[in-house]
Antibody, heavy 122, light 111 residues
């Protein structure tokens, strides 16, 4: 059974950095596109970033482009999100997710990680 | 303002059939497939529908999806109290070098 465990969130000051991790198990990591989705408190879902199965192409929401970097390590089956120049509006629960069919442009996410909370505040 | 437009709320009584709409454009729903998610309070979203009409195993056939042009719909028949949740549509958007887009979400209340 496919499973994702995401972690690395916490409290960080504006302008600071944080790296989120997502460890995958139960499926062939290199066969599936992976993504990060966030949800601000009391708000809806927001797509953040996606990476193709081999890591050769990445995509970002305008709100994070130039500040966040998505990457994947096939040796450890781990997805990362490096977040720099953090702002208060980045405060959210961050979820990693695997595409159900494998392609980056499908947006059918299953499963999801349990989520890791990022709070940006002074 | 979300790229995909959903009604903020919907309601129905047990046993009833309801639909939730999701409106997009030619660069997203008009070109790419639509997925639907259910989110219960305090939990991660759950995939209900993918590729417009497909259900993952384990999702009851009370849930069905459809797509026409630049719009999509989620139908729930035989409404149950445990269906009370937030529902989101999602699609890929080919503009701006490619990006994922979600609807703003619809809160379903079972009266």
């Amino acid at each position: 059974e496919a499973q994702l465990v995401d972690f690395g969130g916490g409290l960080v000051k504006p302008g600071g950095s944080l790296r989120l991790s997502c460890v995958a198990s139960g499926f062939t990591f290199t066969s599936y596109a992976m993504s990060w989705v966030r949800q601000a408190p009391g708000k809806g879902l927001e797509w953040v970033s996606s990476i193709k199965n081999r890591g050769d192409d990445t995509y970002y929401a305008d709100s994070v482009k130039g500040r966040f970097t998505i990457s994947r390590d096939i040796s450890s089956n781990t997805l990362y999100l490096q977040m720099n120049s953090l702002r208060a509006e980045d405060t959210a629960m961050y979820y990693c997710a695997k595409d159900f069919l494998g392609s980056v442009d499908h947006l059918g996410f299953d499963p999801w990680g349990q989520g890791t909370l990022v709070t940006v505040s002074s | 303002q979300s790229v995909l437009t959903q009604p903020p709320s919907a309601s129905g009584t047990p046993g009833q059939r309801i639909t939730i709409s999701c409106s997009g454009s030619s660069s997203n729903i008009g070109t790419n497939t639509v997925s639907w998610y259910q989110q219960l309070p305090g939990t991660a979203p759950k995939l209900l529908i993918y590729s417009n009409v497909q259900r993952p195993s384990g999702v009851p056939d009370r849930f069905s999806g459809s797509k026409s042009g630049t719009s999509a719909s989620l139908a729930i028949s035989g409404l149950q109290s445990e269906d009370e949740a937030d529902y989101y549509c999602a699609s890929w958007d080919d503009s701006l070098n490619g990006r994922g887009v979600f609807g703003g979400g619809t809160k379903l209340t079972v009266l």
